[in-house]
């Protein structure tokens, strides 16, 4: 249990009844109706990719342009070991099944290997793509930085090859969905559920500061669920090696912090933003600052003030109101004790964190898929492509993408 005994404070589990298949059963009955009179089945897959999708200062942002592409080129050079996964594996050691996401910039796909049957997932780039969209450094920053890192809550990437025209990059293939779909399936999470998924996202970015490396894309697109219901983050495709400080306005516009917004240099310090947006949206099904046109949620990011819905426990408040701040020295994690801060923090209080570590706790919610059969059901389901992988030939790109 994570949820210290002594305390007498259950985990509140989210069960799903299969009947009614998307309905958290967890909540007050009143909260209950109103989701059965809501929408909240199915998410989309446009819902997902479209309305939030990346932003990288490169292309979407013409104002802010000018001034980030001259300061880019301070950014320090990446110099850091990491593991060895190039050039192990090829497509012919894959048979790809499904497509589990498209972003931005590509497609992962569910795909098992011929040699030791075990099913993994296989994300694939168009070097076209990427080269058009400006995001060369970002994936070679994505593919050293998968490589470097290694903990419990994070993905772990197996190997990367090439063909001519694209990269590939395996990974394990997590089974249990989304973290966004499952709160669009519950509305929200009851209060000790969103303190679960943060204690769990807390140790993954402490992890990934320790390195010295920002992660910059936190938000429940990212997070999967595992077979048992615990966390792992995946898409490094913003993550980066800073010791210093960094420039690129990239990310997603609700979960962005104003300091990136407003194109001054940051730090870890964007990451614990993005936190505090993540625990908002788990709480209250929505993000504070959204708003359909995306220059007026920079607008509200950098002015609006930050509200919470009556329901917030006054901890929860307490601790959102020291992240989502645009006073850098006052939000917490960013502060000289760093994630201890965060840890620390009254809303956190019944967490055990060396036992949450370990994972030797009970989740609130355990995806219903069969373990070891590649059950993909927990994903959308997107429009399969006929894919050209493997072509050889000529390839005009072939110095950009060297390490993988
Ligand atoms: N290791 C994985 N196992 C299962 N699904 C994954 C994995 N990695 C990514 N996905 C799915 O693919 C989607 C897109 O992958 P992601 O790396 O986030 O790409 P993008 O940079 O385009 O957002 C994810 O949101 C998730 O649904
Ligand atoms: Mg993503």
């Known amino acids: ?13 989210l069960n799903f009844d299969s009947r009614q298949g998307h309905e958290a059963m967890s909540q007050p009955a009143s909260e209950q109706q109103q989701m059965l009179n809501g929408d909240v089945g199915a998410v989309s897959a446009m819902q997902n990719t479209n309305e939030r999708s990346l932003q990288s200062s490169e292309q979407d942002n013409p104002v802010l342009n000018a001034s980030i592409s001259s300061l880019a080129a301070q950014d320090p050079a990446t110099e850091i070991q990491s593991r060895k996964t190039s050039g192990k ?5 894959f048979q790809i099944l499904r497509t589990l996401g498209t972003g931005s ?14 099913f993994y997932a296989m994300k694939v780039l168009k070097k076209r793509t990427i080269v058009k969209l400006k995001q060369v450094e970002h994936t070679n920053d994505e593919r050293r930085m998968l490589s470097i890192v290694s903990h419990p809550f994070i993905i772990r990437m197996w190997g990367t090859f090439q063909d001519a025209e694209q990269v590939f990059m395996i ?8 973290l966004f779909s499952l709160l669009r399936k519950s509305q929200r999470f009851p209060n000790p559920v969103a303190k679960f998924y943060a204690a769990e996202v807390c140790l993954a970015l402490e992890y990934l500061h320790s390195k010295d490396i920002i992660y910059r894309d936190l938000k429940p697109e990212n997070v999967l669920l595992d077979k048992n219901g615990h966390i792992k983050i ?11 400080v960094t420039y690129t306005l990239c990310g997603t516009p609700d979960y962005i912090a104003p300091e990136v917004v407003s194109t001054k240099p940051y730090n870890k310090s964007v990451d614990w933003w993005s936190f505090g947006i993540l625990i908002y949206e788990m709480l209250a099904g929505y993000t504070p600052f959204y708003d359909s046109n995306t220059m007026k949620t920079y607008e509200n990011i950098l002015n609006a ?8 426990h006054p901890d929860v408040k307490n601790l959102l109101s ?5 006073d850098l020295s006052k939000r917490l994690g960013n502060l000289q004790n760093g994630s201890e801060d965060v840890k620390n923090h009254p809303w956190f209080s019944e967490v055990v964190w060396e036992k949450l570590l370990c994972r030797n706790i009970e989740t609130p919610y355990e995806p219903p898929i069969q373990s070891g059969q590649g059950d993909a059901s927990q994903y959308d389901r997107y ?10 030939g000529e390839d005009p790109y072939k110095d950009l993408f060297s390490e993988f």
């Open 1 to 13: 249990m994570y949820i210290d005994p002594k305390r007498n404070n259950e985990i509140t589990r």
């Open 89 to 93: 594996y090829n497509l012919h050691d």
């Open 105 to 118: 910039f590509g497609r992962v796909h569910l795909v098992r290997s011929n040699h030791n049957g075990r």
């Open 171 to 178: 990974m394990d293939y997590i089974e249990g969905g989304e």
């Open 234 to 244: 995946t898409d490094f495709g913003f993550a980066k090696f800073v010791p210093d």
């Open 305 to 312: 003030p930050l509200q919470f819905p009556s329901f917030f």
């Open 322 to 326: 020291q992240l989502i701040t645009r």
């Open 383 to 392: 429009p399969e492509e006929d894919v050209n992988y493997g072509v050889q």
